[in-house]
């Protein structure tokens, strides 16, 4: 007979619900809300210097003007932090940039404009700095982006790429460790990435790998000491960062218009996943576990007697300890001790679903309430509800019966000024979401469009303009997917397509079916 021990934490827990390798997308930033300190998720710090600001328009944040500045610098601090990579995970932090044009003002022939696009340790204080590679004293792993004016004529338009990794212990004002380089044509844009694991990170430009480098590496010069530990660089998690600059006098502009962090657990087994921080029993006989937790994940605790008893996906969920939210960087539970001599539990994690915030496939009705139109143009194109018949439009809604458009049995009529309206939506439980729908686009190109907005439902203000310049024509029905900006967060929202026409060729318009905002809750 077994004598009674406390009830133990198994090692080996569970991160997904079945073996092959998962991929989470815990950030995906489009730069789409004309705001670039508060886009999706949690936002960014803008950390300036020598006037050197961000402006964001369209779908990408951009640095640059015709004056020149020395050592001018910008900062976009992501205020989203992430765990240390556990065993077999592995993240992917991918930034889109644009090209680079530096111009060249003569006297200052070996200006240079420079992007540096940094993972950086999130004991770095927000809007504190600066965080580039040379001054910074908590940590950074980087890739900087260099386009010299002595370099616009040979070789043409060329920028170097130099991969970097600095720890706290070489202080500040000095480099780092210099790892490898390699040079890109700036006219064109490019995706730079880290592939950062507990043991090593990998350079990648355009998908290619630059170079790997171990996080701990006593061969470098200086050594590279950059820890996942206690009291270490990296013991509290990172976050990503853009930093756009000049240097020596130099000018140009530079942009990027996406980031993407990207979590791949590479399989998941019984003896590896979510890492538990602690399992211990307190004064009272009540049994604590704590485990590392990400944003965007919910967590089930399940348990057994005996740890042969199947695959411990399979084992039940333990008094109810299911769909936990996570509370970065770590989540704790408080258990009563189990009357068994011996207990075991596993921690599993999967993605949190979006809840449905509203929805509407316009086919349980023949009004188009509680829709709303305007019509500021020459009359003949309202938006109506029905199921659509004009001959170069869809040949049926997309989801039976009904769609809205601006002309369902026809063409739209002349010099067009229509918008489509939602009722007000609430996002004041959710975090994040999107906003997708069905649409079906037959618009003359170049002389009518159309434009998709989401505005304030309490002052009719706007928050953003999720799409412009809609036109052409589609053989089919087509998917719209809008991440809603972080600025609508909170908020009371109207969605609203308008619709515009000038006074020659007339076609069907715009239609649309099946409308659904999701969204993440807290």
Request: proline letters at 7%; hydrophobic letters at 40%; glycine letters at 8%.
């Amino acid at each position: 007979m077994k004598s009674p021990c406390i009830p133990t934490v198994l090692a080996a827990s569970a991160l997904v619900l079945s073996a092959p390798a998962t991929s989470v997308t815990l950030l995906d930033d489009h730069f789409d809300n004309n705001d670039p300190a508060s886009n999706v998720m949690a936002g960014y710090t803008i950390h300036d210097a020598e006037a050197f600001t961000p402006t964001e328009a369209g779908t990408e944040v951009s640095w640059g003007s015709s004056a020149a500045w020395n050592w001018g610098a910008s900062e976009l601090q992501s205020n989203n932090e992430f765990n240390p990579p556990a065993a077999e995970e592995t993240y992917t932090v991918e930034w889109s940039i644009g090209p680079m044009e530096a111009t060249a003002i003569g006297d200052q022939p070996w200006g240079d404009i420079r992007m540096e696009l940094a993972l950086c340790s999130a004991n770095l204080v927000r809007g504190s700095g600066p965080a580039e590679m040379w001054a910074n004293t908590v940590g950074v792993i980087t890739a900087q982006v260099t386009l010299k004016e002595q370099d616009l004529a040979a070789p043409a338009n060329s920028a170097s790429v130099q991969f970097w990794i600095k720890d706290d212990a070489v202080g500040a004002n000095a480099n780092g460790s210099f790892l490898f380089q390699t040079s890109v044509d700036t006219t064109v844009g490019h995706k730079i990435a880290f592939e950062l694991t507990e043991s090593d990170v990998t350079c990648l430009v355009d998908a290619v790998p630059l170079g790997t480098s171990p996080l701990v590496d006593a061969t470098v010069s200086p050594p590279a000491d950059l820890g996942w530990g206690p009291s270490e660089e990296f013991e509290n998690g990172w976050f990503p960062l853009v930093r756009s600059g000049t240097a020596n006098q130099g000018r140009g502009t530079m942009s990027i218009d996406r980031l993407t962090v990207v979590l791949e657990d590479g399989g998941a087994s019984a003896d590896r996943g979510v890492v538990i921080t602690d399992a211990s029993q307190n004064a009272a006989g009540e049994l604590s576990i704590s485990w590392e937790s990400n944003a965007g994940l919910l967590y089930n605790v399940r348990s057994e007697v005996d740890p042969s008893a199947g695959d411990p996906l399979t084992w039940p969920v333990f008094d109810s300890h299911r769909d936990i939210a996570a509370t970065p960087p770590q989540n704790t539970i408080t258990l009563p001790r189990p009357a068994d001599a011996e207990r075991y539990f596993v921690i599993e994690s999967f993605p949190k679903p979006p809840a449905v915030v509203f929805q509407d496939n316009f086919d349980d009705r023949a009004v188009l309430a509680p829709w709303t139109t305007t019509e500021s143009g020459d009359p003949g194109s309202p938006w109506e509800l029905s199921s659509p018949t004009a001959l170069l439009g869809p040949p049926a809604a997309y989801s039976p019966f009904n769609s809205v458009g601006t002309s369902l049995g026809g063409d739209h009529g002349f010099n067009a000024d229509s918008c489509l309206r939602s009722p007000p939506i609430d996002l004041s439980k959710v975090v994040s979401g999107t906003i997708t729908y069905h649409r079906f686009v037959d618009i003359e190109p170049v002389f009518d469009s159309a434009t998709v907005n989401l505005r304030n439902a309490a002052d009719n203000s706007l928050i953003a303009e999720l799409e412009t310049g809609i036109e052409g024509t589609t053989i089919d029905w087509e998917e719209v997917s809008h991440d809603i900006p972080a600025a609508a967060i909170g908020e009371s929202v109207i969605f609203e397509i308008c619709f515009y026409s000038d006074s020659v060729g007339n076609q069907t318009g715009l239609v649309i079916d099946d409308f659904k905002v999701q969204g993440v809750e807290p």
